[in-house]
């Protein structure tokens, strides 16, 4: 069965940087794009970007151009995205989630909580 | 960018009565999204390419719609059917989210 499961939370200063996982299991890695998905506590979803394990190539929403940079290990199915020069903005729940073309996103991992404070 | 403006924004249903969440878009989308959240876990997908209901969600809920205007329906509203409703689009970049609509049970 599909599972993509999140690292743990995050506590962190600002002006640093996060880098979070997604490992993902029970599928072909390189074959559905991989996407990134915020929501700050008691608000809705934002879409952050996406990834194509199978070449590497990337989609950002504008609003995260510079902010997030996201990658992935082919060898061991993991995505990753990297939060920089974090503000209390920042502060909130990441989703890494595999979208099908046409079936939306059907599988999700749990949800990564990042916390920005000093 | 395509605003989905989801209305209402808060309601509550009694078990059994008919619920309808309305998503209107900003520009014309092909297709609609509809995601089903519970306090503290992940959005749950219910229904994709407008009207077809993904896989072991109860057939009490349905899409429907089309351009602009598309809804999302509980037949028979269940307790634990309470929860946040979001739809979403991906006609055009970026992919957006409608901002949610908080479900209660009466």
């Known amino acids: 069965q599909v599972q993509l499961q999140q690292s743990g939370a995050e506590l962190v200063k600002p002006g640093s940087s996060v880098k979070i996982s997604c490992k993902a299991s029970?599928?072909?890695?390189?074959?559905?794009?991989m996407h990134w998905i915020k929501q700050q506590p008691g608000n809705g979803l934002e879409w952050i970007g996406w990834?194509?394990?199978?070449?590497?190539?990337?989609k950002y929403n504008q609003k995260f151009n510079g902010k997030a940079t996201l990658t992935a290990d082919k060898s061991s199915s993991t995505a990753y995205m990297q939060l920089s020069s974090l503000t209390s903005e920042d502060s909130a729940v990441y989703f890494c989630?595999?979208?099908?073309?046409?079936?939306?996103?059907?599988?999700w991992g749990q949800g990564t909580l990042v916390t920005v404070s000093s | 960018e395509i605003v989905l403006t989801q209305s209402p924004t808060t309601t509550a249903a009694s078990p059994g009565e008919k619920v309808t969440i309305t998503c209107l878009a900003s520009?014309?989308?092909?297709?609609m999204y509809w995601y089903q959240q519970k306090s503290g876990a992940s959005p749950k997908l219910l229904i994709y390419?407008?009207?077809s209901l993904a896989s072991g969600v109860p057939d009490r809920f349905s899409g429907s719609g089309s351009g602009t205007s598309y809804s999302l329906t509980i037949n028979t509203m269940e307790a634990e059917d309470a929860a946040t409703y979001y739809c979403?689009?991906?006609?055009?970049?970026?992919?957006?989210f409608g901002s949610g609509t908080k479900l209660e049970i009466k």
């Open positions: 520009s014309s989308v092909s297709n």
């Open positions: 390419s407008t009207s």
């Open positions: 979403q689009q991906w006609s055009s970049n970026p992919l957006t």
């Open positions: 990834i194509y394990p199978g070449n590497g190539n990337t």
């Open positions: 029970g599928y072909t890695f390189t074959s559905y794009d």
């Open positions: 989630a595999r979208y099908g073309r046409g079936t939306g996103f059907a599988y």
